[in-house]
């Protein structure tokens, strides 16, 4: 696992083999101004375009720091492996988003490898004002081949599309594959995902826990040409399906805290292709 301090942001995960389980752009230069592509970038305490600040927020493109003395984990999770990182408002990020406030992100190892991800938020304004902001953790999965992977687990939901004005469509079909560029927001999503990856018999499966929304991005040949940082190629070695909170904005009060967290495990797919399917366990026997 490799963490950056720029961003708060995971760009190295491997399995007890030493492979990368997540895509990172070969054109990266790792510094300001351009966020790192690839990896996780965190999306606060906007995500998208969808207001005044820049795209995705500005936490993907400030230095965090380490928090040497971290609050104890749950007791719950046990953990062979983690590091806090925080992010604090400045005086420079106050004249866009006047707000203090305390981001945390915890990242950790689980006993099986498992990479989890969790973040708190809270609200430190000593004027006695909310904020409102939305979040994802912008996971670039490494995938073989795009064409051969199927996302499992949004079959039938409700989804906005970024592609045709964040117009509001429901998905049609019993399983997510990509032919062409697919940029969309799925609402109110299950809290498991999987990623099949078919080519390297791998299953990604995603937990997720107060972040409704996935959105599922891959630029295609088009886009990918088109930006800077990002091979003209890469975009067959990647999916992003980033566990978010878009829809329904987070609004807290000073004092209030708002917790988000991600799971990710890399397991091989035969251990649970069809699983998140009920029509599909049925007929496999
Ligand atoms: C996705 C968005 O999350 O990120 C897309 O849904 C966007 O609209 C993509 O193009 C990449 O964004 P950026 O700012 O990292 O190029």
Redesign the pocket.
């Known amino acids: 696992m490799q963490v950056y301090l720029f961003g708060g942001h995971v760009t190295s995960w491997k399995n007890e083999l030493g492979e990368e389980l997540l895509f990172l752009s070969s054109k990266n230069t790792f510094k300001p101004p351009k ?1 790192i ?1 690839g990896g996780i ?1 965190i ?1 606060f305490p906007q ?3 969808t207001g005044s600040l820049e ?2 927020g500005f936490a ?1 493109n400030r230095f965090w720091s380490v928090d040497p003395d971290p609050p104890p984990f749950p007791s719950n999770t046990s953990s062979r492996a983690f590091v806090d990182l925080i992010l604090g408002h400045s005086e420079e990020d106050a004249k866009i988003w006047p707000h203090r406030y305390e981001c945390r992100l915890r990242v950790a190892l689980g006993p099986g490898g498992d990479l989890m991800l969790t973040s708190r938020i809270r609200n430190t304004n000593t004027d006695g004002k909310s904020f409102t902001f939305t979040f ?1 953790y ?1 996971t670039y999965f490494f995938v073989t081949d795009i064409s051969e992977v199927r996302v499992e687990g949004l079959e039938t939901l409700d989804y906005l599309d ?1 592609l045709k004005n964040r117009e509001r469509f429901t998905e049609q079909g019993d399983a997510i594959t990509f032919e062409s560029e697919v ?3 799925y609402l109110s999503t299950p809290t498991k995902i999987a990623i099949l990856d078919h080519e390297r018999k791998r299953t990604f499966v995603l937990r997720k826990d107060g972040l409704p929304d996935a ?1 599922v ?1 891959n ?1 295609w040949d088009k ?1 990918a040409k088109a ?1 800077s940082d990002f091979g003209d190629d890469e975009y067959k070695y990647m999916l ?1 399906v ?1 566990a ?1 909170c878009v829809e329904k904005p987070i609004t807290l009060k000073p004092g209030e805290e708002w917790r988000g967290r991600l799971e990710i495990s890399a397991v091989p797919s035969s251990y649970c292709s069809g699983q998140l399917d009920p029509r599909r366990v049925l007929f496999t026997g």
């Open positions: 966020a592509r970038p999306c995500f998208g375009n795209q995705h993907r994802a912008h970024n940029d969309k927001v959105v991005w630029p886009k930006m992003c980033e978010a």
